[in-house]
Structure formats: C-alpha cells, structure tokens
C-alpha cells in the first residue's frame, strides 16, 4: 500500500480512537490491518510522529504541516471534566435572605416563621436556602426506625414549605443550595436504584416541583458569589463527626476568603487581618430544625439562628448573623 494511503488509514483509526495510549492502538491497528505494515512498532512509529512524540525536531517539523486537511499538533488526552464554578448573583440580588438546616419534617415553625417575617419586613429580594431542607432519613445508610421510613410524608412537606414559600415571597429570587442531607436521596439512588439515577424523572426537582414555584436548584458542589461574599451549606469545609470549637474559625483557616455558610447549626463569627490591614471575617449560621435531634437527645451546642445579607454596588457586603434563643432574637 502506498505511504499516504498508510498513513490516512493510521489518522482515521487515531480519529476513532484519540484517547487511547500509542503502543495499544498501534497493536489494534496492526491487529486488523497486519498486512499493510511491517510490524506494530511500525505502526507506533507512525502514530507518534503524528502525535508529536518524537522529540522537539517531529514536533516543529509538523507544527504546521496538514494531514489530509488537518494540522497535527502534540495530542493529550482529552478532558472529560469540567471546574466547578460558583453562581455568581446580579447585582439586583442585593438584599438576602439566608436560611439553613431546616431538616424538614424535624424543622422549628417558630424560629423559622420569625426569620420570614424579618425577610418581608427587611423587603429581601432574594432568599437562599443553604442546604439541608431535608433531613432525608428514609434514604440515610444509617440504621433508621421503620416509621421514620416514610419518603413520602418528608418529600411531600418540604414541597409544600416550598409552595408557601413561593406564595408568601411571589416576587423574590428562591435558590436552594444542595446540602449534603439533601444529597442523601441521590446517594440512594445510586446504591439501591442506579437504574434510575440517571433518569431526570427521579430528580428532586422533579419530584418537588422546583420549576413550578421557579426555585433554582444548585447542586452541592457549587457555591455562591454574592458580591465578595462566597456561601456554601459548608459540609466539604467543616468534615469530620465533630463541629469545630469555632465553626466560622475553620472555615477561614480552610477557604481563606471572607464565607458564610450553614451546616454546623451553630452561629458563630471569626476575623483575622493580614498585613496589608485588610480585615476578613467568616460565619456560621445557626439551624431551624429540633436542638434535640435523635442522635444526640440531650442536646448540644446548636441553636436556632439565620442571617441577613446585604451587597453593595462595589460588592463590598454587611452580614447580620442572628441568634434566637427561645423564639427571641439576641
């Protein structure tokens, strides 16, 4: 056969085939074509020279030289992932709302009506739920009680949280940041339905109805920006069974820029500054569901609590982390 006839059969198998290392497509190639080349390693030579592989000399020899219609350059192996990028809000999203933790149906009405009125009262544009409306124990790995097994009852309350949500804030921006209570249903899936995992019918979106009452869903590996300010549930910053001494103090220990987040259900605050005298700050928001939850009946630090955010054009922000105790703000 003919060198150029040669060489396009080796493109189209490399076109076919562009991930797959050289010495195993070259015996593949020689494989099912054996009588057009000497032997494999003939046919690998071929492929790295294409390829770029051979050294700086190949490599500027074919760095403009077309194949067949196509330049070659040093191929690597094709990207199959993509960074995960924060949502950055509009700027008209400036006055927010946060709230967290609600682990829905073990959630608070009390401390959780106070910080929607202070939402209406403040007249927020945007309200954030930080991850953990649902406290998903029917899809926990955990060993749970039969009558807590009822998915059902859970996924039908939090939509309905979601329903009057939407009608007592018709107007505003609603997000819910996945938290990692929230992903246990997607674990589940994946351990006793994988079948199903992909199917966009199984979705939380889909089995709550986001789209109905225009709620935006992020899963639990973004975060936000608002303004400077980033927030995330917190569950990849603050790992491990404990809560840190200070949650706040950890997580800036850990991002190194000023965060809010959730997860911990404690509220509290920490502040370094650097060199230049540049003050940063992280927080931690307190939770709106039961302090006396069923792995830990005595209670323990946690306590109720949401915040209040508030962006300014330069994206400079003022953060209001609130503490209730007893249904009051402190």
Same mark, same amino acid.
């Given at each position: 056969?003919?060198?150029?006839?040669?060489?396009?059969?080796?493109?189209?198998?490399?076109?076919?085939?562009?991930? +797959?290392?050289?010495?195993?497509?070259?015996?593949? $190639?020689?494989?099912?074509?054996?009588?057009?080349?000497?032997?494999?390693?003939?046919?690998?030579?071929?492929i790295?020279?294409?390829?770029?592989?051979?050294?700086?000399?190949?490599?500027s020899? @074919?760095?403009?030289k077309?194949?067949?219609?196509?330049?070659?350059?040093?191929?690597?192996?094709?990207?199959?992932?993509?960074?995960?990028?924060?949502l950055?809000l509009?700027?008209?999203?400036?006055?927010?709302g946060?709230?967290?933790?609600?682990?829905?149906?073990?959630?608070?009405?009390?401390?959780?009506?106070?910080?929607l009125? +202070?939402?209406?009262?403040?007249?927020?544009?945007?309200?954030?739920?930080?991850?953990?409306?649902?406290?998903?124990?029917?899809?926990?790995?955990f060993?749970?009680?039969?009558?807590?097994?009822d998915?059902?009852?859970?996924?039908?309350?939090?939509?309905?949280?979601?329903?009057?949500?939407?009608?007592?804030?018709?107007?505003?921006?609603?997000?819910?940041?996945?938290g990692?209570?929230d992903?246990?249903?997607y674990?589940?899936? +994946?351990?006793k339905?994988?079948?199903?995992?992909?199917?966009?019918?199984?979705?939380?979106?889909?089995?709550?109805?986001?789209?109905?009452?225009? @709620?935006?869903?992020?899963?639990?590996?973004?975060?936000?920006?608002?303004?400077?300010?980033?927030?995330?549930?917190?569950?990849?910053?603050?790992?491990g069974?404990?809560?840190?001494?200070?949650?706040?103090?950890?997580?800036?220990l850990?991002?190194?820029v000023?965060?809010?987040?959730?997860?911990?259900?404690?509220?509290?605050?920490?502040?370094?500054?650097?060199?230049?005298?540049? $003050?940063?700050t992280?927080?931690?928001t307190?939770?709106?569901?039961t302090?006396?939850?069923?792995? +830990?009946?005595m209670?323990?630090?946690?306590?109720?609590?949401?915040?209040?955010?508030?962006?300014?054009?330069?994206?400079?922000?003022?953060?209001?982390? $609130?503490?209730?105790?007893?249904?009051? @703000?402190?």
């Open positions: 056969m003919a060198q150029k006839a040669t060489s396009k059969l080796v493109l189209e198998y490399m076109d076919k085939h562009p991930d +797959m290392p050289s010495h195993t497509l070259a015996r593949l $190639i020689y494989a099912q074509d054996s009588s057009v080349f000497t032997s494999a390693e003939h046919v690998r030579s071929l790295r020279s294409y390829r770029g592989a051979h050294g700086e000399h190949t490599r020899a @074919i760095k403009n077309k194949h067949f219609g196509r330049s070659f350059l040093p191929q690597l192996p094709t990207e199959e992932s993509e960074d995960y990028k924060p950055v509009n700027k008209k999203d400036n006055i927010i946060v709230i967290s933790d609600l682990h829905i149906p073990n959630h608070r009405n009390k401390p959780l009506n106070i910080a009125m +202070m939402f209406e009262e403040l007249k927020v544009n945007t309200i954030l739920i930080n991850g953990d409306l649902l406290d998903n124990t029917p899809f926990t790995k060993q749970t009680p039969p009558d807590k097994k998915a059902k009852k859970y996924l039908d309350k939090a939509e309905l949280f979601l329903e009057n949500l939407r009608d007592r804030f018709p107007a505003a921006r609603i997000i819910w940041l996945e990692n209570h992903y246990w249903y674990q589940y899936l +994946m351990r339905a994988p079948e199903l995992y992909g199917d966009a019918y199984y979705r939380l979106e889909e089995r709550l109805h986001l789209a109905d009452y225009k @709620i935006e869903y992020l899963p639990q590996a973004q975060y936000l920006m608002a303004g400077k300010l980033a927030i995330c549930h917190g569950h990849f910053l603050l790992r069974v404990f809560t840190p001494v200070s949650a706040a103090r950890t997580i800036l850990k991002a190194k000023p965060v809010l987040v959730g997860h911990c259900h404690i509220t509290s605050e920490h502040t370094r500054t650097n060199l230049h005298g540049e $003050i940063m992280t927080w931690s307190g939770c709106l569901c302090l006396t939850p069923d792995y +830990m009946p209670g323990g630090e946690a306590n109720h609590g949401f915040a209040i955010v508030k962006i300014e054009p330069n994206g400079h922000f003022r953060v209001r982390n $609130i503490r209730l105790n007893g249904g009051e @703000i402190l």
